[in-house]
């Protein structure tokens, strides 16, 4: 006994058993599969249809063109690195940078910008030269983790107009000339002489008094 089935492929996604989907020519259905921590887009002759979650479908591509743009929305990692940038006392050094993210809105990802991750790692560039130049070399040494938060809250506003959400941005490495390696080490060095020197000081005032005191205990009581 023979059972014949008649299916329309008209419909988008024509009712058809998933067991025959791998004896359908591609050239009729297209079967898509979607991962864990990705979302599929459809665009059907160019406009968006559906945005499918992790499973198998299938979609009829009789006499229609169809297109699927994959978005991950796991955590990802952008490092931005060797740029030049120069402070506001004019001391030149490269900055390395790390922002991490992920896509919050699969849709936005893609029709706002044309490669997420360029767009992320150019508008953290911009951030890092503006953040850069409002310092001194001393105030970036020494408030480094504080002034980070102003770039890191211009780059999350930025990104959340993309359908991304900036996890953590922040400072990898901090490259200073060579002849700015030496002087820095010159002053710390000066500061530690002087300090040594004041300690030094205080030990010797110290140890005069208490021999003063001893010799005025010496002189009241012979």
């Known amino acids: 006994k023979v059972t014949v089935d008649l299916v329309n492929l008209e419909a988008l996604r024509p009712e058809v058993p998933e067991s025959f989907w791998n004896l359908m020519p591609t050239s009729l259905l ?29 979609y009829s591509v009789l006499n229609r063109k169809l297109e699927v743009v994959r978005v991950d929305l796991r955590e990802q990692e952008v490092q931005i690195l060797g740029q030049e940038l120069m402070t506001r006392d004019k001391v030149t050094l490269r900055l390395n940078l790390i922002v991490k993210y992920r896509v919050t809105d699969p849709v936005k990802a893609v029709q706002s910008v044309a490669v997420l991750r360029d767009a992320l790692y150019s508008e953290a560039q911009m951030a890092a030269r503006h953040f850069v130049a409002e310092l001194n070399l001393d105030q970036l040494l020494e408030r480094r983790s504080e002034a980070v938060a102003p770039m890191a809250e211009a780059l999350r506003d930025r990104a959340a107009t993309w359908g991304a959400e900036v996890l953590k941005l922040d400072v990898k490495d901090l490259v200073l000339p060579g002849e700015m390696k030496q002087l820095l080490n010159q002053v710390i060095e000066a500061e530690k002489k002087a300090a040594a020197q004041v300690i030094q000081r205080r030990e010797e005032v110290a140890s005069t008094r208490s021999m003063a005191n001893t010799a005025q205990m010496l002189e009241r009581n012979p």
Not at 35 to 56: F, K, N, T
Request: proline share 3%.
């Open 30 to 58: 297209q079967t898509i599969l979607v991962l864990p921590g990705e979302r599929a887009l459809i665009h059907l002759d160019g406009v968006l249809q559906d945005v499918l979650a992790e499973g198998r479908y299938a």
